[in-house]
RNA sequence: AGCGGUAUCGUCUAGUGGUUAGGAUAGCAGAUUCUCAUUCUGUUGACACGGGUUCAAUCCCCGUUGCCGCCGCCA
């Protein structure tokens, strides 16, 4: 059997996309399984949208992913150069072969002769496909038309291809995930290969990088599956061997659209700017297609390595949807070590003055803090009041709900009375507290009612993290201090 | 329009020619807690429709409909 290669191809005219990230995952998850190799392309060849920023991007989202390739741009490998900008030199050669063999023509139309056929065949409500109008030029015509300064491109054959490799004009193959998959190429057009500016399109360059780079599945989204047909005849053209092709269902946003930006994030950086992990995210996205057969839905890329076949994988497409995402981080975080929550959690609480808390205080906070946050970057509002010293800012309903009223007021006052002499320990105040909400108990009011006013006044919210922890790590003139100002 | 794909709870999915159609998430209810959250327990909720084939169809076939994709000298 020959060696499983498998590729991912992503074009820098962007950030890494999470749709992408799920084809390179599925990618790697089959790379190994099957101990093959698992390659990355840069195709930009568009050099109009392609920047260095795009592809470094690319490079450090799948990093972060876990999913690392074999070979590559940065690593090397055999049969590189892996970017294709760099290989412009190596299709022209491949495209004379399709000359010399007949399945290529120079076509000599206008982009403004093309248009006019695609204006009329819109009008006729009939699908366009080239005329072949330039297929059978003689050699004086295409000399007289070279002369007036026109360029010509190179156009694929697809009738001789067909017709030199099938009995009839239906074009099959066997598709790892969807099965079997046939058009009437009769219905596909002849489309450059060639530009008439010697750049290579997309359909061809594939072909000759994927043949060169001995890749042996080519696993992607089905928006390519038309592609698939050209591409095949291609390959058989060129006399080379055809991969086997495995077409994935798309990642659709919750309005059955396209994932884009007014959706939200979409670029797998974007989602961990917002404070995902990338672990979850991957996690979760394996998910859209390919389900666990133990029912363990928590698992890392290697895990899911073991037990991933591709034909299992759901063919049809599926909505992203944050809740089960946004629960899924939630675990991951609760995953985390307390040291390592300290180091992740620092970029969010950067408008805050870390100095305030000791080592011990800020471990402490990341302890009471952690466990009902969602996203990282949650922490940003979740910890707000450990920050700013004697003063914190009162939310609106903690203000009136709660310090407006005159049971408050009471609570502390007899709180700012008893503590003056307590032992400021988390230990020593969560029995003295209990005691201290005891007493309130006996006067009717409830201990949540007795809690809230304490907590109104310290934190300026009506809900938040542990509270005897909270006094206990701000200390008791911090704690002293926001109480008075509460104090009517 | 044409061609191709696809259809199980809101969402992600498991599954089978005879099942109480399973799980996860979200929702709802309850328990726990000083609060919210977390956690735990319980619970609502699905085989798109119409024809076949069959003793029997969610499952196989055909059609309809919905949805998605593709129809570039973009990738």
Request: overall charge negative; some cysteine.
């Amino acid at each position: 059997m020959t060696e499983v290669r498998v590729r991912i191809a992503p074009s820098p005219s962007g950030n890494l996309h999470v749709g992408t990230a799920r084809t390179a995952l599925f990618n790697y998850l089959f790379a190994k399984k099957n101990n093959g190799k698992f390659v990355l392309r840069i195709e930009d060849t568009d050099a109009e949208r392609t920047s260095q920023a795009y592809i470094d991007n690319i490079f450090d989202s799948l990093k972060a992913l876990g999913l690392n390739w074999d070979e590559g741009p940065d690593v090397g490998g055999p049969y590189g150069p892996y970017t294709q900008s760099e290989r412009f030199d190596i299709y022209p050669k491949y495209v004379q072969i399709l000359l010399d063999k007949g399945f290529a023509y120079e076509c000599f139309c206008t982009p403004e002769e093309l248009e006019a056929e695609k204006e009329e065949a819109a009008k006729n409500k009939k699908p366009y496909v080239y005329t072949k109008k330039c297929e059978n030029l003689t050699n004086e015509e295409k000399e007289k038309l070279r002369k007036e300064g026109r360029k010509p491109a190179i156009r694929f054959n697809i009738a001789k291809a067909q017709k030199a490799f099938h009995d009839s004009s239906i074009l099959k193959f066997d598709d790892l995930v969807k099965g079997e998959l046939h058009v009437d190429t009769d219905l596909l057009g002849d489309f450059v290969i060639l530009k008439s500016n010697g750049a290579p399109t997309y359909n061809f360059a594939v072909v000759i990088d994927d043949m060169l780079m001995k890749i042996s599945h080519v696993i992607r989204g089905e928006d390519h599956i038309s592609n698939t047909f050209k591409q095949i005849l291609i390959f058989e053209a060129l006399g080379a061997e055809v991969p086997r092709f495995g077409h994935l269902g798309m990642i659709l946003a919750p309005d059955r659209s396209k994932l884009s930006k007014r959706h939200g994030a979409t670029a797998v950086s974007e989602f961990v700017e917002k404070g995902y992990l990338t672990d979850a995210l991957i996690n979760f996205v394996a998910l859209l297609g390919w389900s666990p057969s133990d029912g363990e839905e928590i698992k890392s890329v290697d895990e899911i390595a073991k037990d991933f076949r591709i034909n299992e994988i759901s063919s049809s497409n599926s909505i992203f949807e944050y809740d089960k995402l946004n629960w899924m981080n939630g675990q991951y975080i609760k995953k985390l070590s307390i040291d390592e929550l300290k180091e992740r959690l620092k970029p969010y609480l950067a408008k805050y003055d870390l100095s305030e808390l000791t080592d011990e205080q800020y471990t402490r906070m990341v302890e009471i803090t952690y466990e009902p946050l969602t996203l990282l970057s949650d922490i940003t509002y979740d910890a707000q009041y450990f920050f700013g010293g004697d003063s914190v800012e009162i939310e609106e309903n903690a203000q009136k709900d709660v310090l407006d009223t005159d049971t408050a007021q009471d609570v502390l006052k007899a709180f700012m009375e008893q503590a003056q002499n307590w032992e400021w320990t988390e230990e020593n105040l969560h029995e003295k507290l209990e005691a201290f909400r005891g007493e309130f108990k006996e006067k009717g009011i409830k201990p949540k009612v007795t809690m809230w006013a304490i907590r109104a006044a310290v934190t300026g919210r009506t809900r938040g993290a542990d509270m005897t922890a909270i006094l206990a790590i701000l200390g008791k003139e911090k704690s002293f201090a926001r109480i008075k100002k509460a104090i009517k």
